[in-house]
């Protein structure tokens, strides 16, 4: 790269369209980024409430119970009582809603395996080099940003799919 910085419009391309690409498998399922959002934050740290849901999501708690209204008329996240205030209430992946996460992942892993498969080793192994530096730079927006941690596994599940086509 003979000492320039690489074209950081080229990049920022590139990475929406990735980006895209991986939210394929939830839409096949109705999940917005929102709602997919919201299920990857309540199979890590459910059960949770939707003040708790919403701070993770970055978002107004009126907004958090919409969010959670059309999950649970899917069938994927349930309702229940918080044992500590009478007025709250607590919600949990069902289920359907846990086997849906694991889907969407398993499906979304699946087929970035096979477009990396697709690509000419020395651009595997270029993809795979590039992982610290692209983890890097997706650090480096996590203060201004403050994506859900619970989202954070995306890049290691890159690098898990990288390292499982190489053998």
Same mark, same amino acid.
């Given at each position: 790269?003979?000492?320039?910085?690489?074209?950081?419009? =080229?990049?920022?391309?590139?990475?929406?369209?990735?980006?895209?690409?991986?939210?394929?498998?939830?839409?096949?399922?109705?999940? #917005?980024?929102?709602?997919?959002?919201? !299920? &990857?934050?309540? %199979?890590?740290?459910?059960?949770?409430?939707? %003040?708790?849901?919403?701070?993770?999501?970055?978002?107004?708690?009126?907004?958090?119970?919409?969010?959670?209204?059309?999950?649970?008329?899917?069938? /994927? &996240?349930? =309702?229940?009582?918080?044992?500590?205030? %009478?007025? +709250? /209430?607590?919600?949990? !992946? #069902?289920?359907?809603? +846990?086997?849906?996460?694991?889907?969407?992942?398993?499906? %979304?892993?699946?087929?970035? +395996?096979?477009?990396?498969?697709?690509?000419?080793?020395?651009?595997?192994?270029?993809?795979?080099?590039?992982?610290?530096?692209?983890?890097?730079?997706?650090?480096? /927006? #996590?203060?201004? #940003?403050?994506?859900?941690?619970?989202?954070?596994?995306?890049?290691?599940?890159?690098?898990?799919?990288?390292?499982?086509?190489?053998?």
């Amino acid at each position: 790269m003979s000492g320039r910085a690489p074209d950081a419009a =080229r990049l920022r391309r590139a990475a929406l369209r990735l980006a895209y690409g991986l939210r394929v498998p939830a839409t096949r399922y109705g999940l #917005t980024p929102s709602r997919l959002a919201a !299920l &990857v934050i309540l %199979g890590k740290q459910s059960p949770m409430r939707v %003040g708790d849901l919403a701070r993770e999501l970055n978002i107004a708690v009126p907004s958090g119970s919409r969010l959670l209204d059309v999950l649970a008329e899917s069938g /994927f &996240v349930e =309702r229940r009582d918080d044992p500590n205030d %009478g007025r +709250a /209430f607590l919600v949990s !992946l #069902t289920a359907d809603g +846990a086997r849906i996460l694991e889907d969407v992942r398993a499906e %979304g892993i699946q087929e970035l +395996a096979g477009h990396l498969a697709s690509l000419p080793a020395a651009q595997r192994a270029a993809v795979e080099a590039a992982l610290p530096a692209l983890e890097a730079l997706a650090d480096a /927006f #996590t203060p201004l #940003t403050e994506p859900p941690r619970a989202l954070a596994s995306t890049a290691d599940e890159l690098a898990e799919v990288v390292a499982l086509r190489r053998r």
